[in-house]
């Protein structure tokens, strides 16, 4: 199957940082990428979808200054946290596909901590 | 507007017994309903999915699921349990089968198997 892959795997950072996390598809070109967040014993919420070359579409609900989604190449996607607080700490979870694909590919997670 | 319910959020089953984790959808189109396996602090793996035609899927690793409209229901099984099984599962639904789309997922059923 295809294979997308994230880093860092798990970060930790001061209150008032950025982070950047990236997404990548290894062996594939995604048209798509999708970035969820997940919090501990709970569901994965969509934060926003991503199109190649496109702006990305957020949710309803989440910030789209504070979550940042570049997504500027078919094999990479990247979200950055601004000015992270301690309640951005979560498991942020991207999911890549393409046209012609029947599924979305998950990444392994990102677990961002901030103090 | 799509929704997913997962009834149970932890299901213990002995090593050997029949695996049933339920699952009822919320849809206003067809859906398009997923199976998906999460292993402590990785990505979601597909277990399988429903699209058209066969309302019985076989997936990966024993699984299957059958797709009940008159009983908005999409339940996940298998017939025998294995200590390998152990891990969070997510139910998803979706509006189109394609990768491309939105997935919205249930709240996961966290499986422990016993010996």
């Known amino acids: 199957g295809a294979v997308v892959s994230q880093h860092p795997s798990w970060v930790i950072c001061k209150s008032g940082t950025s982070v950047k996390i990236e997404c990548r598809s290894l062996?594939?070109?995604?048209?798509?990428m999708f970035w969820y967040r997940q919090f501990p014993k709970q569901s994965l919420m969509l934060m926003a979808t991503?199109?190649?070359?496109?702006?990305?579409?957020?949710e309803q609900g989440v910030e789209k200054d504070k979550f940042l989604i570049n997504h500027a190449s078919l094999t990479l996607s990247t979200l950055t946290v601004t000015s992270a607080h301690p309640e951005d700490s979560s498991f942020y979870i991207c999911s890549a596909s393409r046209l012609g694909f029947g599924e979305q590919f998950f990444g392994p997670g990102t677990r961002l901590t901030v103090l | 507007a799509q929704s997913v319910t997962q009834l149970g959020s932890h299901v213990s089953v002995s090593e050997g017994a029949l695996v049933l984790l339920r699952c009822n959808y919320s849809?206003?189109?067809?859906?398009?309903l997923f199976w998906y396996v999460q292993y402590p602090n990785q990505g979601l793996q597909l277990l399988l999915k429903y699209t058209t035609g066969a309302t019985l899927v076989k997936g990966i690793n024993g699984f299957e699921a059958e797709f009940k409209k008159s009983e908005t229901s999409f339940h996940l099984t298998k017939p025998s349990a294995h200590m390998s099984d152990a891990a969070e599962y997510f139910c998803a639904v979706s509006e189109s089968p394609g990768g491309g789309n939105k997935l919205t997922f249930g709240t996961g059923t966290q499986l422990k198997v016993e010996l």
């Open positions: 849809s206003s189109v067809p859906p398009y």
């Open positions: 991503s199109n190649e070359g496109s702006k990305a579409t957020y």
């Open positions: 062996d594939f070109q995604a048209t798509t």
